[in-house]
Structure formats: C-alpha cells, structure tokens
C-alpha cells in the first residue's frame, strides 16, 4: 500500500514547515487529490492516521479536496471530463484524448496551524 509512504512524506514535510516557523501547531494539512493519480482516497485518509501517531500532527486532520479527471480533446477543441468506463477518451464525441488536462494532482496545498 504505497497510501502509507505517500502519508508519511506528507507528515515529514508538513513537519519541516512547522518547524522552519518556529515549530507551529499543525491542526489540519489540505491536499489536493487527483482522481487519475493512482491514490486511494480512503487509504490515505487512514494512512495519514498512521503516519501522525506519535509525532507533533498527532490530533491533526487531512482534509482532501478532490480534483476531477479532464483531458484534452482535439476533435472538440475543448477539456473534457473522463469518465470510467471511458479513460483517456472524450465524454461527448468519444475521440482518444490528446494530453490529460488534469486529474494527476498531488499537492499540499496549506497548513492549518494554532497561533
């Protein structure tokens, strides 16, 4: 379960932070979360509990903000959402997707801290 190494360098870092500011009270660290980057939301979200026991975020929540699967579709011209069943392909004329637009995202985006 690569969630739990994935949590673990999302705890390291968010400590490095608190510490680079004079060691900061961490109450929630938010992500953002990609539905093509091969993370499992609710693995993370259990993993990222793990990954705080015994350290300064224990307590600390992981809040995720989910960001859609959207690839370029050059028979369109324009950014169309995938769906499941049709990865990499556009929702409305069914062509093969050029590029994904995003969907891949894996990002810390903020600290909450106690002042």
Not at 58 to 67: H, K, T
Not at 89 to 108: F, M, N, P, T, W
Request: hydrophobic share 45%.
């Amino acid at each position: 379960m690569h969630e739990l190494s994935i949590a673990m360098s999302i705890v390291d870092l968010a400590q490095e932070e608190s510490r680079s500011r004079g060691g900061l009270r961490i109450n929630a660290v938010h992500l953002r979360l990609g539905a093509l980057s091969g993370v499992v939301r609710d693995a993370l979200l259990s993993s990222y509990e793990m990954a705080c026991h015994d350290t300064p975020l224990a307590g600390s929540q992981l809040i995720i903000e989910d960001v859609p699967g959207m690839v370029y579709c050059p028979a369109c011209a324009a950014s169309r959402p995938v769906r499941t069943s049709e990865w990499f392909c556009c929702s409305v004329c069914g062509a093969v997707a050029s590029r994904i637009v995003q969907g891949k995202e894996l990002e810390l985006v903020s600290l909450e801290v106690e002042e």
